[in-house]
């Protein structure tokens, strides 16, 4: 068996900061790059961004819906993609978002986590609208293979309060009724001052206190969108996750990806430099 | 521009009643019909049901976890049973349950709902974790293409009520939020009398007044998973539906493909004969 997910998060960031380099080939980056907007575009994009990043951070994410607009091609590309990552030895956190039940669930969770497939990654987004319990399943398949999980828990998009704010018949708000329930599984299955394999997706701008959130245990790693053009500066960090800003992947994507193929190692280079930076500060 | 969503789902119920056979390649299912668990046998299983659906009803649903398994090989898999499918005239609703922000969100809605992509379906079911206006890039995107959306609402999964029955600063069930959100966006733009192209996922054993759910307009479509195997009968369906049984879309998978290739097409026939008597009880 593989070493667990949470205790090789922790080694990427110990080792490489926490910056995760995000693989986003939005269209307009597609362009902006010079490359067509198609599935070999998709292709070069996503493996000259893991040349960059190979080396540079530990971990990388590339958005599955971007890959998914050209449907089987586009799919063979993310499997070039995440197999170059994964063979230059950056963790990949695969961004889909995928929530179901039962044996739906774990279809999903066998496509992107189970060793040998071919879009295997070292962990997935979950979404938990259907309740954290229908994710049983990929937690299972998960911990079996070393792998882990993220599941949304608070994000700062404006639309997603009303949802995720609201109060449960436990007392607690959604996003907090999340963490509790991932957080027990964890709690199960991690040895004593080892963090948790199933992590959380918490946005960076997000008020701890207004979505009900507050410090958990086992620590846990938290990825976290919105660093970078979104709003968060890496100097933000510490203040915005206090005593949980050690376990905090902070994703970047059009930040860096828009400095074009030239620029991108110089650019996560810089950006490496502020987090460090930021760190010590 | 073509025909409403709502609208074709209208006349396909009204042509051939409200059964929906799901398209669900469970590994399970590939032995039982003597089918090998990879890619040609989806392909397989996915033709073969296509087929017989033909004719005999108006809609189905393919159950994209399933595919996805096999990564881009299971998408073109799913790629030519989708496009077998709409060439017979069915429409198809793909059960992928996507949910993102932005940019994001709108690259799943073009993979799934845009003319001319390789995974064209009629319409797509989505995930409002995120906020029912995190979705309204593709609330748009299908309205300009005549595509539809089922938006999860409350499912009868019993890990799933913690999270849908809590309240938000409405005061309503998030179940209810999501609905009358929804409906808002259809009161925009159905004309007098028709049905909205933004329909629902609410399961079939789903109690509407502990889920918070009243009847609503405009009408619109219902995705109720959890006729056949999951406990709901024809005969339910008016009970349980009460002024919105008209435009429920019983959705059924195990109850029809257990029957194996050779006793499908007999299989979706009687289920089709039950549906036309309770409607007439």
């Not at 739906?104 to 954290?132: I, K």
């Not at 994000?155 to 509790?180: F, H, I, K, Y």
Request: net charge negative; glycine share 12%.
């Amino acid at each position: 068996m593989s070493a667990r997910f949470g205790e090789r998060v922790r080694a990427a960031i110990d080792a490489r900061g926490p910056l995760c380099v995000g693989i986003d080939p939005h269209a307009s980056l597609l362009a902006e790059w010079g490359l067509s907007d198609d599935a070999s575009g998709l292709r070069e994009f996503g493996l000259r961004t893991v040349e960059a990043a190979d080396g540079r951070v530990g971990i990388v994410k590339p958005q599955v819906s971007f890959f998914e607009r050209f449907g089987s091609a586009g799919f063979a590309a993310l499997e070039e993609v995440i197999a170059a990552a994964r063979a230059a030895g950056l963790l990949v956190i695969a961004d889909a978002k995928r929530g179901d039940i039962g044996s739906t669930m774990d279809a999903y969770a066998q496509a992107w986590l189970r060793p040998g497939s071919p879009l295997e990654a070292d962990a997935l987004t979950v979404n938990p609208f259907l309740g954290v319990g229908a994710l049983d399943g990929a937690f299972d398949l998960a911990r079996e293979h070393g792998k882990g999980l993220f599941v949304l828990a608070a994000t700062s998009n404006p639309e997603a309060t009303v949802l995720q704010r609201s109060v449960s018949a436990t007392g607690r708000a959604v996003s907090a009724d999340v963490v509790s329930v991932v957080s027990a599984r964890n709690a199960e299955h991690t040895p004593a001052g080892e963090w948790g394999s199933f992590g959380f997706v918490i946005g960076a701008t997000v008020d701890w206190t207004d979505a009900g959130l507050a410090a958990f245990t086992p620590l846990a790693p938290i990825l976290a969108p919105g660093f970078g053009s979104q709003g968060a500066a890496p100097a933000d960090l510490r203040h915005r996750f206090g005593s949980m800003s050690s376990a905090v992947v902070a994703s970047e994507s059009r930040s860096i990806l828009s400095a074009g193929p030239s620029g991108l190692s110089a650019a996560i280079d810089a950006r490496v430099a502020e987090y460090r930076e930021a760190s010590r500060g």
